[in-house]
Nanobody, 116 residues
Framework: VQLVESGGGLVQSGGSLRLSCAAS????????IGWLRQAPGKGPEWVST????????FYADSVKGRFTISRDNAKNTLYLQMNSLKPEDTAVYYC??????????WGHGTQVTVSS
C-alpha cells in the first residue's frame, strides 16, 4: 500500500491550495479515505473523509465550508481543495486509508504553510 501526497506549499492567508494523494498497490475505490493534519507541537487532527463511492463527505468544523474533498477512483487519486486558508491551517497534511473504522495506512505527508 502506498499513499503519496503532493500539492503542499507556502501560501498567503486567504489563498488556496489543492492537495492530491496518489494511491497504489491497492484499489482506492474499495475504501473510505481521508485527510488528517498535524500542526507543530500538536497531535493529529482529523480534517475530512470521503466514502468509497464518493457519495458521502465529512468535514471537521474547523474546515467546513472552506475545504472540499473529492476522489477519482479511475485515477486512484484523492484530492483536497483548500480555499480561504488561514494561518491556523498550517500543518503537515496526511492522506489516510480507512479500514473497519481505523486509519490503517498513512502517506508521508505534505507541508502546508499559511502566512499571515
Amino acid at each position: 500500500v502506498q499513499l503519496v501526497e503532493s500539492g503542499g506549499g507556502l501560501v498567503q492567508s486567504g489563498g488556496s491550495l489543492r492537495l492530491s494523494c496518489a494511491a497504489s498497490e491497492f484499489t482506492l475505490g474499495y475504501y473510505a479515505i481521508g485527510w488528517l493534519r498535524q500542526a507543530p507541537g500538536k497531535g493529529p487532527e482529523w480534517v475530512s473523509t470521503i466514502s468509497s463511492g464518493g457519495g458521502s463527505t465529512f468535514y471537521a468544523d474547523s474546515v467546513k465550508g472552506r475545504f472540499t474533498i473529492s476522489r477519482d477512483n479511475a485515477k486512484n487519486t484523492l484530492y483536497l481543495q483548500m480555499n480561504s486558508l488561514k494561518p491556523e491551517d498550517t500543518a503537515v497534511y496526511y492522506c489516510v486509508r480507512k479500514t473497519g473504522g481505523q486509519y490503517d495506512y498513512w502517506g508521508h505527508g505534505t507541508q502546508v504553510t499559511v502566512s499571515s
